[in-house]
């Protein structure tokens, strides 16, 4: 079936550093795609999303890109901070069906 | 406050029992959904709806059924409980297809 593969599983990066998170999908008639972020013991939280129509979306240290015809999309988180420690996943819309995940990326911000 | 409420937040059970999960969603919402997820894990889509008498199944179905009498209400049943049903399962909402899915606290299960 259609999937979306997510990576990397694990990142660890120094306070105020940057972190990338990369995911692609299978089903090119996608044309929705979330992230989200998830504290422990929490319900997962939409912090920023894109659509097919657009190559790019920024919301202030938080930036998504997308490339369309390599069906990859990239979270770029900047100047981190110790409250960015969290799991994010991404997600792609599957024509017909519904929001499928990546199994997600633990990043942790060391001060 | 429009919100999405899962009760209970967390159940013990034991094994071959039956039981329903309580999902509402007061934001007037066509979609919904049912994930599995370990704590931290991927989300597996369990079930789906598009609407009052539509259901779906996702990929990780089997053993689970959901029903979609009323808008704001979306239930899932577990006929036989079983320990690898121990989980946390996470009821969602949206307004239509590509956008947003609006979460619930979830319900942590545990079979014994």
């Known amino acids: 079936g259609e999937n979306v593969e997510q990576h990397p599983s694990t990142l660890s990066v120094q306070e105020g550093d940057s972190a990338v998170i990369k995911c692609t999908y299978s089903?090119?008639?996608?044309?929705?795609f979330p992230w989200y972020k998830q504290e422990l013991g929490k319900r997962p939280q939409l912090i920023i999303d894109i659509r097919s129509n657009v190559g790019e979306k920024k919301d202030q240290r938080i930036a998504v890109t997308l490339n369309k015809t390599a069906k990859h999309f990239s979270l770029h988180i900047t100047e981190t901070q110790p409250e960015d420690s969290a799991v994010y996943f991404c997600a792609a819309f599957i024509h017909g069906t519904a929001l499928i995940f990546g199994k997600g990326t633990t990043l942790s911000v060391s001060s | 406050e429009a919100d999405i409420y899962q009760t209970p937040r967390y159940l013990v059970i034991g094994t071959g029992k039956k039981i329903t999960l309580e999902c509402s969603q007061t934001m007037g919402h066509d979609k919904m959904y049912w994930y599995q997820q370990d704590p931290g894990m991927e989300l597996h889509l369990i079930h789906y709806?598009?609407?009052?008498?539509?259901?779906e199944k996702g990929d990780l179905s089997s053993e689970s059924t959901v029903s979609r009498i009323r808008t704001e209400h979306f239930p899932l049943t577990l006929e036989s409980a079983r320990p690898s049903h121990t989980s946390q399962y996470l009821c969602?909402?949206?307004?239509?297809?590509?956008?947003?899915?609006?979460f619930g606290n979830g319900t942590r299960l545990t079979v014994t």
């Open positions: 089903d090119s008639a996608s044309n929705y």
């Open positions: 709806s598009y609407g009052v008498n539509s259901t």
């Open positions: 969602a909402s949206s307004a239509k297809d590509n956008s947003p899915l609006h």
